[in-house]
């Protein structure tokens, strides 16, 4: 995978740096939604896969944001598997002058259901914290229609109020 294939960490990793996480942290969690793979997130963070795992046992919030990660970084494979499936590889047989169409993705299938149990956990997680906001949305448009009823019927006694004494003064 190129940097250019690779997706940009959305906003389910966070800002790390807001947090008490390593001064590495944001390029590993980076790198780790990119790629899934930990020895390559911690290289490229410059740290050993050891204090990377490490800091996942000491740190509540790191682990978290591993598990964001990982959970983007697959969600990213399946979006890749799916892709390859759908259209295959070409890959030249020895001493061909064309390649021909491929569609074995084996290991990418092996890979993907070792991982689809944390990943399933991760979007529960993910999906009930939307659902928490989802309630204060409503619960916010709620009150807000209680507000503007209140003001109608407030405007509405007003007017009848005005109303009756203009009625009373002929």
Known sequence: MTASTRPRRSSRTGNPRATNLP???????????????????ARKAGVASATAYDARRASPEFNRKWQQALCEGYD????????RLRSGEVKPPAGA????????NATAF???????DSAARQRAIRDNEDTEQIIQSINAKLDLMRERKL?????DADTSDAERSEDGGQ
């Open 23 to 41: 001064a590495w942290g944001e390029i590993f969690l980076s790198e780790l939604a990119a790629t899934s793979n930990v020895s390559a997130s």
């Open 151 to 155: 003001a109608a019927a407030r405007v």
């Open 97 to 104: 002058k064309r390649g021909t169409r491929a569609f074995d």
């Open 110 to 116: 092996r890979l993907l259901s070792a991982h689809r």
């Open 76 to 83: 990213y494979l399946e979006m890749e598997l799916l892709h």
